[in-house]
Structures are given as C-alpha cells and as structure tokens.
C-alpha cells in the first residue's frame, strides 16, 4: 500500500493538558514500553461509583456543565490558532450554503402553512444568532445550529392546531412554547440529565436518520407539487430545475471519493459543489428568451432586517390570556424532547467514531445554550434553531484531511493481472471554532439589502432540490440501507470479511423490521395533525434498543449489528463516560468493530 498524497502531521498540543488531568497519552504508553490496547482516559466527572444521595444527579445541579466548561476552556486559544488552513476556508464556504440553502427552503414550508408569519429574515436571523452563540461560547463549536425541518413540522402543526381555536394568538403562544422549553432546557442541563445521550446507538440514529431522510424527500415533492397550481409549464420546469440542481450537487461531491482528475481537483469541486450548483442553475432560470418566460416563482423576500409581517421583532408575550400560556406548557415539553435527541444526536453524528477528534466535548453546557438561544428565538418570534442532524457530521467531515492510499490486489490474469483500489483515511480533524463564527457572520452578511435581492432571484425550485440532496444523502449513507443491500446479494458474491457474512441473514432482517417500524410510526404520525407527538416515539427508541431489542439478538450478534454513535472516550466523559451495560453489546468488540472507523464513509451526501 503506497500513499498518493500527503497531509500534515496531527498536532501533539493535548499531551500536557490530558497529562494535567491524569489522563493518559499515547507518548506515556510508549515510555513506559506498554504493549497492547491503551487504556481508557480517566475522568473526573462519573456518576458510576457515586453512592448515597450523591448519585442522584438533580441532587449536584450543574456538575455536569461546570466539568463541560473546565474540561474544554484549555482549548479555546487552540480552537482559533487551529483555524488557520485552507480545510477551514473549504469548510466555511460548504456549511455556508448547507445551512442558508436547507434553512431557507424549510422557510419556504413554514411561510406556506403559517399564514406567512416566518420568513427568509426570521430563518436568517435565527441561524446567524444562534451560529454566533455556540461558535463563540459553546463547548461543541463543530456541531452546526440552524433552522431545521422537523422545527419547522413543528410550527405548522402548532398553526393548525391554535387555527382550530383563535388564529391571531399563534405569535404569542409560539412565544410561550419557546419560554417553557427554555426553562426545561435549563431544568435538564442543571440536572445532568444529558448523560443518557450516552446509551445512544445506531439502532436510534439510523433510525432517526432515516425518518430525517424521508420527510425532507417528501417535503422536496411538496414544494413542486405546490409549482403546479400555477401552471403545468411552470411545474415542468421546477421539476428539472429541482432534479438538475441535486443531480450537479450530488455528483461533483462524488467526485471528491472518486480517482478522477488530480487530487485537488476532486476537492475543489466536492468542497464548492454547492456553490457552483447554485450560481449556475438560479443563473440558467434567467436565461433571456423562452426559459425566462416560463414564471417559476422566487424566493418571497421582505425588507433587510425587518420581520416578514408588519410587527415588531419582540413578540408581545405578556399579553396572551393566562390559559393559553398554561397551554403552551405540554407543547414545550415537547420541544424540548425533540432538541434533546436532535441537538444531541447531531453533537455525537459530528464527533463520531469515524473521525479521530482530540478535543473534548460538553453536552451539557451546549444543552444550556440551547435553552438560552430558544429563549431569545421565542420571544423575537424567529424559528427555534438546534443542532442540524444532516450538516453536522458533514462540517466534521470537510474539516478532515484525508490520505488517499493505493491498494493493490494482485490476481490471476499475468503480469498486468491486478486491482487497483483507492482507500481514504482521515489523518486529522482541524478542530477549531472559526468556520462557524465565519458562517454567522455571512449569515448576518445574507440579511442586507443587497444579498436579500440576490436571494429574491432564486426559484423556489432550487429548494425543492436541496430538500432531495438533504433527504437522499440521509438515506443513501444510512446504516439500514447497506445492511438491506447485504440481505438483497447474492451470497457468492458477499465478501467474507464484511463482519455482517457471520450473522444470520434471518437476524439481519429482524433487526432492520424492528428499525423500520420505528421510522414508519414516526413518518405516519408526522402527516396527521398529531405530528407534534413524533418527539416520543423518537426517544423511545433509545430505551427500547436497550431493554427489549437484546432480548432477540445475542452479545456477538449486536457486537456487530450495532455500536455506540459516538465511542470516543473524549466525547463520551461529557456524558459520564461508557455505559457499563452495552445493552447486549459486548464491550470489547464492539471497540473492535469501530477500530475502522477512521475510514472515509461518504463524501457525495449533505448526511453520513
């Protein structure tokens, strides 16, 4: 194996301060002429051997959040030094248009079916506030925070169910909605209650994934079915214009994992394929003569730094009847549900097994900052942003270096007779906080006058594309999908050492009905009006893989069908550190397992 291209060698800055807090390093092993696997680094923040009241975690409010802070503050000089490499400049620009173009095209969705309360500034404004707080102050600086769909699920329900009764109370009470799940977003950070984000597998999140996947594919068919009602020429054409867009941004992101062209030509087009996709086909629906003349309907815009409606930007809360405030509470639980598995879930996608991080992580302290920013949100009536499940582990992902290796297998066909193969592995992970404060700031940039008019030249169909790259890259990449791919070849043709060729092809499938009546049940309630109920079902994913799943499937069995999201101890001491029970997972392979994780997954998606 000979490597094709060269990266810089990982810094060794977290020596002295893993050292500082007795953890060890790999240069301590080396010293002392250990052999074998290093042990796990040691921390001070665990609840495992706690007796008496000490192990009741609402007993020692705050412990969790003030080991976040302690444990990543070191860090923070070297999040900016850090920043200085071109990964960082790629990564701004990508995550630029991941988070403006999903963001706006939710918008689109929430402008339609909230009687056009939120609008491209309230999107804008909400991604940018909520980009700046946890680029500046967070404790995860590479989970990306943004407008999402499922908020955006959420609001229109709210709409239709607050529409049943008094429609012009909707601000106030979406206001509420944010004020109660502020005070439980603090209530759980105080508690340390995010620990149990620990016992996530991938049972949960490429169920998650998946449900994540088909509503945005959904959503995309919406949008232009919705371009239909204005003409069938009109809807044609969004159609080719939506397809056209996923399929040039699909395909120069599959080039970045292809052999084509040199190097850095691949990473040139895969870093800025959604920058050239844009330009080109909101550029191609201007095109003077017949193209123009068809009207595909733009982007709605309203005035730079203005709310959408004519309103204030803060929301009169204090006026709503006492009620109606008291009627917000449930719906604020549930927000606060779905931030805990989506903000959460996002955290660990972008820390995950795959990428070899080195900094810590602070679940809890990042979970306050939610609380604070759905706060702000509510009460200047903006879409209540959180970690975006999608774009997360893809910031992680243009943030790697990667090293591009030769493979050779040599065959029986002479001299000439071999296979070459191009393998990708993660070198390092330039772990910094910069490319998020830079997205914000562009984010801001966006609300001005002039980019706001750029932005009203966009075809809505343009969104509906970005619905289908988001919703495709979630299923394409998902876990459940190659295990279906496994089921579905033939068995000569399986390779022997994929780990999957020594489980049961009967237990494969078990394993995947029970992941697809999780997403099914999500999906189906998610088009009735309880569909702000889907919250539940995906938390209960997480007690069910743990209680009842091993009741069907032996230890190796789901040492190989499953693993814990995020198994970096340096993630996991946020959250208390390793589940001593896996859940029928036993510990040791499952580690195994993910010892290849560092490999390259997928670059030509929006989602891992």
Known sequence: MASTSQTETPTQCTSSSLRSRGIATAQDAEKKGEIGELPEPKDPYSWDNEVGWRRFRFLRPGRGMYHDVRRRLPYYWSDIADAWTYRTVASTVRIYFANLLPALAYTLDMYRRTGGFYGVNEALFASALAAVIFSLLGAQPITIVGVTGLISLFNYTIYDIV???????????????????????????????????????????????????????????????????????????????????FGTVYGLEKVGASTLFAPWTRSILADYAYAFGTIFWVGFCHIPGTLKDVHITKLPITRAFYPTQDRSWLIPFWELNGKWVFAALPFGFLVMLLFYYDHNVSSLTAQAKQFPLKKPGGFHWDFFLLGCTTFVSGILGLPLPNGLVPQAPVHTESLSEYESNLTIIHTSGGDRGEIRKQTLTI????????????MALGLIGTMTGPLLAVLGTMPRAIFAGV????????????????????????????????????VPRGKIALYLALQAVGVAACVAISQTIAAIGFPLLICALIPFRWKTVPRWFTTEELATLDALTADNMVVLASLGGRPKEMGGMDEREGRERDAEGMKRQRVGSIAQ
């Open 163 to 245: 529409s049943l009764y008094e429609p012009s109370i909707y601000p106030q009470f979406m206001c509420w909605t944010a004020i109660w799940a502020a005070i439980m977003h603090w209530i759980v950070s105080f508690g340390n209650w995010c620990d149990y984000m620990r016992y996530v597998t991938d049972f949960s999140s490429e169920a998650f994934g998946m449900y994540v996947g088909i509503i945005y594919m959904v959503k995309g068919v919406e949008e232009l079915v919705d371009e239909f009602t204005r003409g069938s020429t009109d809807g044609f054409m969004s159609c080719m214009v939506a397809l056209l867009f």
């Open 427 to 438: 070198r390092r992970v330039v772990e910094q906080r910069v490319t998020h404060l830079v």
């Open 467 to 502: 619905f289908f790259v988001v919703g495709w890259g979630s299923i394409e990449s998902n876990g459940m999908l190659k295990k279906l791919r496994h089921l579905m070849e033939e068995h000569r043709f399986l390779a022997r050492q994929n780990p999957l060729f020594d």
